[in-house]
């Protein structure tokens, strides 16, 4: 199966600063991002670049976009998700591709385990690297020792589901939305018991609630975007959000088509809207970035294009892709942030509407420093 972080992470990116906005923000903006801890919580190095082979090394664009991007910290998915018999040898080596990005730029890169390592990462000016997996079924029926294993290897963010459903509970897009199976309610209780964060995106409704419910540990819906403004299965209901926030949870508002009303390439707008209603339901406490998307920004040339449609046409043959994905144009950017400083000038953005620095700030990172903080130790 190909998901996006084959196309997005895997194989690399090309810049478009030429064909976008200049990355210079408004003094206040840039001032802000400099000392702010900028964090998103699913993303990473990467993009599109036809003449990287999937799992090669970083290239010296991939790496000085990197840097500077101003990142702190990025949830990066080292999972392939759906039922396929080598999704626990794929994750692993994923990882490891991961790991050996951070032994070859250790000036660059760093592990994030526990809350402390977020500030380490930002006083050194290095991006940490912080191990998430958006499907649960690599660990398996016999979850535990898996489970185990990938924690000892970094491994802080977990989704019970992706879309589908699998062996621990109902994805967004089943209809029936069953909710957490017994097996998913033993993971959750497993995962609050090892400081592993539990991470409701691309779940259904029912399991949103449920695992917010039992969860003794706040929980988090990294990417998504709010149902009230478009009414589609990867965006949250409010009720939903204010149970979240009600224990402590963080959602990561993504950069994703599922924004737009009317379906297509998001806009800044289309961002800005979801965020400031998020505020509103959820609190500024309560509220951050998960991209889905990678640092480097992408050139919009007739290559992408055709990769980009080809990368449509096999996740939907391989039934995970959600309303919508079937449009080729659907790109997974905004124009107006298709950079590596994107997150500053989304800031400048906020700042010229009147929101306070302090609010921004948390959008940027601090709410989910706190909640990673919470939830690891």
């Known amino acids: ?3 996006r972080r084959d196309f997005l992470m895997g ?8 064909a976008t906005r200049v990355w210079a923000a408004e003094p206040s903006a840039r001032a802000m ?12 190095p990467g993009g599109y ?10 290239t010296g664009k991939l790496l000085a976009d990197a840097k500077a991007s101003g990142v702190t910290a990025v949830n990066i998915t080292i999972s392939n998700v759906g039922n396929i018999p080598t999704a626990f040898e794929d ?75 699998n062996l621990f509970g109902d994805g967004c897009l089943e209809p029936a939305n069953g909710g957490l199976s017994r097996l998913g309610r033993e993971l959750v209780a497993e995962l609050n018991k090892r400081r592993i964060l539990v991470d409701v995106s691309h779940a259904g409704s029912r399991v949103h609630e449920e695992a917010i419910a039992m969860s003794t540990a706040p929980v988090a819906i990294t990417h998504s975007g709010c149902r009230a403004l478009r009414d589609h299965p990867r965006n949250t209901h409010d009720a939903v959000m204010r149970k979240l926030a009600d224990k402590g949870g963080v959602i990561g508002m993504y950069f994703m088509p599922y924004l737009r009303p ?17 505020w509103k339901v959820a609190g500024e406490d309560h509220v951050g970035l998960g991209t889905d998307g990678s640092i480097t920004g992408t050139d919009d040339t007739p290559d992408f294009r055709k990769r980009f449609k080809e990368m449509t046409e096999r996740r939907v043959a391989a039934g995970y892709a959600a309303p919508g994905d079937e449009d080729p144009t659907g790109f997974l950017f905004i124009k107006e942030y298709n950079d590596p400083r994107r997150f500053e000038t989304l800031a400048g953005d906020l700042l010229r509407r009147g929101h306070s620095t302090g609010k921004v700030e948390k959008l940027l990172g601090a709410n989910f420093a706190r909640l990673f903080t919470d939830v690891w130790g």
């Open 33 to 44: 991002y400099d000392r702010a801890l900028v964090i998103d919580a699913l993303g990473g």
């Open 49 to 58: 670049d036809a003449a990287r082979a999937p799992g090669a090394p970083m």
């Open 262 to 278: 009317e379906g297509g390439q998001p806009r800044a707008q289309d961002l800005i809207a979801h965020i400031e209603h998020a």
């Open 91 to 165: 994750s692993v080596a994923q990882l490891a591709e991961m790991n050996r990005e951070i032994d070859l730029n250790p000036g660059l890169f760093m592990a994030v385990r526990k809350g402390a390592d977020l500030r380490a990462a930002k006083d050194s000016g290095r991006m940490g690297f912080i191990y998430g997996m958006q499907d649960s079924m690599p660990f398996g029926a016999d979850f535990r020792d898996r489970l185990g294993v990938f924690h000892s290897l970094g491994v802080r963010i977990v989704q019970p589901t992706y879309n589908n459903r």
């Open 1 to 3: 199966m190909i998901a």
């Open 11 to 18: 194989v690399g990116a090309v810049a478009a600063t030429a």
